[in-house]
Each structure stands twice: as structure tokens, then as C-alpha cells.
């Protein structure tokens, strides 16, 4: 199937999907692209379900994307049109001068902004052709980071095999010298490392493999009940709560929001398992979950908080607790990969939400996780 941000070699005119429900705005722009350039061939749609159908359908070189639409607000209506058609380069073409917005568009997949008042066929026509080529330069690099990813799963899904060997035969060895007077202590320790650090790297192996399902595996997104996401996560994690007692306070009534439940489920348990985790020893650890509500932009967007008494982490080190891999406590005192968080900001990324944490160390941390409001 040809990408629809390719130019057809039969038909050299820019093919451009133009959403807008706008009388008057519709004839603006077909005006200037008529001015500018007579190699344009225009389709339209007024709403946005509409354009996303269509755009599915045919082949787009382009679209300009009004963000006030019958179905649709704000930047819920990029986000949105981004995500369901992914190979057709978006231009943002609205009445709202809002440099904020504007920069927030850019996040959400648009290739430009242009404000109506401000553009002339000019400039429509520049941001179409760099919006065009940008589109090719993203298709390639997402197409190179799709087989990055399928290495990467591939690698990850052959290592499983030996490693569950090592463990056996570890299993084996200490076994069958478990009362065997000959067999010295250092053996057994030996033993008992090798199979302690073959168990840790099949834990390894296995977060990769589920970070790059994250970023691979298909995403629909319906309203989710978070009450019930949080249920599942708490349910999951039952062995770990009665482990060391924790103290699970929910606030209120939670609301729903658009997100996929698998990888909701998956990302509150992430950071409800890491709250636990990470709390000293010898204190009972602690966690209290709400949510709230929030406009911004012309979208609402659902915010969930997971607060704990933890050991708490440093403001310079924010940033990097959600890398891969980037762990801020030694391994011998707090285990795991390094990976869970990542595993988080991935889910909720490819949800169209955000996560964060707000902490002081040795006072707890506040983690959240948001997602747009059903």
C-alpha cells in the first residue's frame, strides 16, 4: 500500500484534505490555493469523524486541521486525527493566536500552526511543502525505530531460552548438593549466585520485552472506569500489600477517561508497586489515591495521584526515574530492573496522557498519571 504522504507518480497535484465546517473559511483557503497554485486537489470534510474516514480511506499528500469542529475541541481534535491517521502530515489552521497551544499542537503530531487572520497563500503554500517533507523524514523514522523495536523483542525472546536453561541446571546443582558433606560452602555459594543472577537478567529480559510490546502494540483507546482499572491494579498486587501491610486510602469516586485498560491497569500498578517498593523497611508503607479534573486548551484531561511515605527522591533527579534503566537506590536494596517506570511513561504517552512525580527525600512522593476525560 502506498504511504498516503507519498505524491502519486500518475498524478502530480497535491492531494489535500482540508476539515474545516466553516462556509466562510472553507472558501478563504480554497481561494489561496487557487492564487498560490492550481495543483491542488481539494476534498473536504466538516467534521472530524468524517475526515478521519476519509482520510482512511483515500490517499492525503496533506491536511489542514481546524481545531473547533462539530465532534471535536481543542487539541483532543489533533491528538486525535494524529493517532487514527498516522501517515498524513497535519497542519493546524485555526483563529486562536496562542503561542502555548500552538507549541502543545507541535507535541501532539501537527507539522505547523498557522492562524487564519495571519497567512497568505504564501505561507500556506511554504508550510504545505515543508509539512510534506517533514511528514516523508517522520515516516522514515518511524518505519527505521519499528525495526529497532522488532530487533530489540527478537534479541530479548532468544535470551529466554538459555537463561531458563542456566536456572535449571543451577536448580540441578544445588539440589543435588544440598546435605553433600564433600561439596564445599564456596561451591554452594557459587551455585546459589549463578542462579541468582540468571533469575535477575530473566526478569530484565522479560521487562524489555514487555517495554517494547508497549511501544508496538496496537492501541484503542475507550473510556475507562478508572475505579475499576485501580480495582485490578490493587488485585494484581495483593501479595505485595499483605507482604508489608500497606495502607491503600482511595478519595472519592474516581472518573473515566480515555485510555486502553490493559495499559491503564498496567501503568497504576506500576506506580502503586514502586510506592510500596520503595519505602524503608521498617515503615509501614502508606499510600493515598485520588483524582481531579482539569481544562486546559480546550481539552479535560483526568489526573490520578498516588502518594506514599517512601524514601521520597530529589528535584534533580525527576527527570531521570522515568528513563530506562535509571535506577536511584542500589540493587541490594531495593530490587528490580530499572524498567517499571519507563514501562509507565510509555503506556500513558501512547494513550495521549502524560505522568510525572512531584517529592523531597525522605518525605514520600507524589506520582501522577493523566489521561484526556472521557
Do not use: C
Not at 216 to 225: A, F, M, R
Not at 250 to 255: E, G, H, K, T
Amino acid at each position: 500500500m502506498q504511504s498516503s504522504s507519498a505524491i502519486s507518480q500518475s498524478d502530480s497535484r497535491i492531494s489535500l484534505l482540508l476539515v474545516e465546517d466553516s462556509a466562510s473559511d472553507i472558501s478563504l483557503v480554497r481561494r489561496m490555493l487557487e492564487r498560490a497554485n492550481p495543483d491542488y486537489r481539494v476534498s473536504g470534510a466538516e467534521r472530524l469523524s468524517s475526515a478521519i474516514a476519509l482520510a482512511q480511506s483515500q490517499r492525503f499528500d496533506i491536511a489542514l486541521l481546524d481545531l473547533t469542529l462539530p465532534d471535536s475541541d481543542g487539541l483532543l481534535t489533533v491528538e486525535t486525527f494524529v493517532s487514527a491517521v498516522t501517515d498524513v502530515p497535519t497542519i493546524v489552521l485555526t483563529i486562536l493566536d496562542d503561542e502555548a497551544l500552538a507549541l502543545q499542537a507541535i507535541t501532539k503530531g501537527a507539522q505547523d500552526y498557522l492562524i487564519k487572520d495571519a497567512i497568505s497563500p504564501e505561507i500556506l503554500t511554504r508550510s504545505i511543502r515543508y509539512s510534506i517533507e517533514r511528514g516523508r523524514l517522520v515516516s522514515q523514522i518511524r518505519t527505521a525505530n519499528k525495526e529497532l523495536d522488532a530487533f530489540s523483542y527478537s534479541a530479548a525472546h532468544d535470551l529466554k531460552s538459555p537463561l531458563r536453561g542456566i536456572i535449571g541446571l543451577a536448580d540441578i546443582l544445588l539440589d543435588a548438593a544440598d546435605g553433600d558433606a564433600e561439596i564445599s560452602s564456596a561451591a554452594m555459594t557459587y551455585a546459589q549466585n549463578i542462579r541468582d543472577n540468571a533469575v535477575r537478567m530473566s526478569q530484565l529480559v522479560s521487562d524489555l520485552l514487555a517495554y517494547s510490546r508497549i511501544k508496538t502494540s496496537h492501541v484503542d483507546l475507550v473510556p475507562v472506569d478508572l475505579n475499576v482499572s485501580l480495582n485490578e491494579a490493587l488485585a494484581q498486587l495483593q501479595a505485595d500489600i499483605d507482604r508489608r501491610q500497606a495502607q491503600i486510602t482511595v478519595a472519592d469516586s474516581l472518573p473515566k477517561a480515555m485510555g486502553y485498560p490493559p495499559m491503564v491497569v498496567q501503568a497504576i500498578a506500576n506506580l502503586i508497586s514502586n510506592a510500596i517498593k520503595f519505602t524503608a523497611s521498617d515503615v509501614r508503607p502508606s499510600i493515598f489515591i485520588q483524582a481531579e479534573t482539569e481544562a486546559r486548551a480546550g481539552a479535560k484531561f483526568a489526573r490520578l495521584w498516588i502518594i506514599d511515605n517512601g524514601i521520597g527522591i530529589a528535584e534533580q533527579h525527576y527527570d531521570q526515574v522515568f528513563g530506562i534503566f535509571k535506577r536511584l537506590n542500589s540493587r541490594n536494596d531495593y530490587a528490580g530492573s530499572g524498567v517499571g517506570l519507563a514501562i509507565t511513561q510509555q503506556a500513558i504517552a501512547r494513550m495521549g496522557g502524560s505522568v510525572g512525580v512531584d517529592s523531597k527525600l525522605n518525605e514520600g512522593s507524589r506520582f501522577w498519571l493523566e489521561l484526556p476525560l472521557a
